[in-house]
């Protein structure tokens, strides 16, 4: 046995796993948009100090994924201005990263997708298809070849998983997502790049519907004279 197997592995450092919980507790989600996110609430959820939530926070806010305003963190409450930037953004990027992968997917790795296919296709309320598709999405971000484009999407996942819950909201919006995952899992499998270029197009653009009308949903019927 060499060395190596009986090396220390060190744990990331405290502010870092802070970090990670508190972006998942984003991604869940935990928080309502607009809520102020305050220090010692976070650190007796977490079971540590302060300082580390603080560092954390900072990090956070530094990815766009909390705002620092009015002498604290509060989680982002979005408008229409700033999703319609996350959808060009994506409307520009994920096509041709989907494409890549369609063109060089491996047999090996069309397990994987048929199984987050699969749970795409079984998730029956909006956290079960929320987490479904983030996962899937998760999985066909890690193919991605070309450096660049995957820390660029990497980076700014975050921010797609902050509004992703709202374009789930209802059982038609899961369906038109559940089929876009279907079709990729098969322009993936048939190597068929254009195909999934255009599939990934169709899907962002719905999703920006869905958002458009569960944002149009949710505002308060105007008052009449």
């Known amino acids: 046995m060499t060395d190596a197997a009986y090396a220390i592995r060190r744990a990331p450092p405290l502010a870092q796993q802070v970090t990670e919980s508190l972006r998942a507790m984003l991604a869940a989600p935990v928080f309502e948009p607009g809520a102020r996110l305050v220090e010692e609430d976070l650190a007796r959820r977490l079971s540590v100090s302060r300082t580390p939530v603080r560092e954390a926070l900072f990090r956070l806010a530094q990815m766009g994924l ?129 195909a999934a270029r255009k599939i990934m197009e169709d899907f962002i653009d719905a999703a920006l519907n869905w958002f458009e009308i569960a944002v149009t949903d949710a505002q308060p019927p105007e008052d009449t004279p």
């Open 66 to 194: 909390v705002e620092q305003r009015d002498g604290g963190f509060h989680v982002p409450q979005l408008g229409l201005r700033d999703i319609h930037e996350i959808f060009q953004i994506r409307r520009l990027l994920e096509p041709q990263a989907v494409a890549d992968i369609a063109a060089t997917c491996p047999p090996e790795d069309l397990p994987e997708y048929h199984a987050a296919r699969d749970r795409v296709i079984s998730a029956a309320t909006q956290d079960e298809a929320t987490a479904a598709n983030i996962a899937f999405r998760g999985l066909w971000l890690s193919r991605i070849r070309n450096r660049r484009l995957h820390e660029v999407l990497t980076r700014f996942d975050d921010q797609v998983i902050l509004v992703r819950r709202a374009t789930l909201r209802t059982a038609p919006a899961r369906a038109t997502a559940a089929a876009g995952v279907i079709a990729l899992v098969e322009a993936f499998a048939s190597h068929d790049a254009d």
